[in-house]
């Protein structure tokens, strides 16, 4: 069998370092971790835990390179927009393979406006949106939001409500209650506080989306990708709710559920096609989640790409990708044996 390395960002490493819960929110508890070692070593696999991108560098310091087959890495990184590319950069570099995908997709993909490009390049719908830029030569713009939008080439698509969240961020991170903005007043406000709340980092406003909100679990790469299954969200309320970060994280939202989603249902199965069209044309790799909304409800709905999710959450029986599994008659085990057969796949090649 297989030395596999892991890699990982563990939460409590970076809170110990004073760094805030919302700071840490994406990375990974000691049962996630826990869970993904034992899984491994289940299928047969001698497991070295290495952690983060700081012990990887020691690691690769030493002299004589380490006896390691493949490198499972589920780091998301802390600093940059290309974080989550960092751990297998230095992977290509040093020659050494790793799970999921490589540094130049990783690096796209946490960048949602950069995505949205290539995805409608790719002939994949996508919502009509704005990037605000956030320099520090913006600050004293306090129409940043408006300016952005009147300079947007979809500027006569991007008709009321919208929809606006930081670029680079995931777990709902920077979705807040203005996030769903109805008029030019409540846009310059809301970019403003998301502005100052992730300095540095643009802000991306979308044409809100009414319709079915799916998260498509997806597993192989190139032609051997397919659909696992897929979750559906919904409000248990006659008035729509959207996840905030706050609803998510911080207090019960009963309002809002999610379930199996029917894979029969003709418009999952437009959802999930656009889905794995997107998967394949970003050259995602092994196993991941694509987001997707319908722009309205009813006859005539259309799939639109949200976000794509190349390095999904693994925790068991609460991240999408492990959930979507389960319902599917995969077992946590076969998704991380599914996974790890995939990047073996490359090292034949």
Not at 2 to 16: E, G, P, V
Not at 265 to 291: M, N, Q, S
């Amino acid at each position: 069998m297989l030395t596999i390395a892991f890699c990982y960002d563990l939460k409590s490493d970076y809170l110990a370092q004073g760094y805030t819960k919302e700071e840490c929110l994406e990375l990974d508890t000691e049962d996630t971790i826990d869970a993904v070692a034992c899984a491994l070593e289940e299928l047969g696999n001698t497991v070295v835990r290495v952690g983060n991108i700081q012990s990887l560098i020691k690691h690769l310091a030493n002299e004589k390179k380490p006896a390691w087959d493949l490198v499972f890495n589920i780091a998301e990184g802390m600093f940059g927009v290309g974080r989550e590319a960092q751990i297998p950069g230095v992977l290509e570099a040093y020659r050494i393979p790793c799970t999921f995908s490589d540094a130049a997709t990783l690096a796209v993909c946490l960048d949602k406006g950069k995505t949205k490009m290539i995805v409608e390049a790719l002939g994949v719908p996508s919502a009509p949106y704005a990037i605000v830029s956030n320099t520090p030569e913006d600050k004293n713009d306090t129409k940043r939001g408006t300016n952005a939008i009147a300079a947007s080439p979809f500027a006569s698509q991007l008709t009321y409500p919208l929809f606006a969240k930081p670029i680079a961020e995931g777990s709902s991170k920077g979705v807040i209650s203005g996030s769903k903005i109805t008029g030019p007043d409540m846009l310059d406000s809301t970019v403003g506080i998301l502005c100052a709340q992730f300095s540095g980092q643009a802000i991306l406003i979308e044409k809100y989306l009414a319709g079915r909100e799916i998260t498509v679990g997806i597993v192989g790469t190139g032609k051997n990708a397919r659909v696992l299954g897929a979750i559906e969200f919904k409000s248990n309320l006659k008035e729509e709710v959207f996840l905030t970060y706050e609803t998510k994280h911080i207090v019960n939202c009963p309002a809002y559920c999610e379930f199996q989603a029917d894979m029969k249902d003709p418009e999952v199965k437009r959802a999930c096609e656009t889905a794995l069209k997107a998967w394949k044309g970003l050259r995602c790799r092994d196993a991941g989640r694509v987001d997707m909304r319908f722009d309205k409800i009813g006859e005539g709905a259309i799939p639109h790409f949200m976000e794509v999710n190349p390095i999904a959450g693994l925790k068991p029986n609460y991240s999408h990708l492990p959930t979507i599994a389960a319902q599917n008659n995969t077992s946590f085990v076969q998704l991380i044996d599914i996974i790890v057969k995939s990047a073996v796949e490359r090292i034949k090649k």
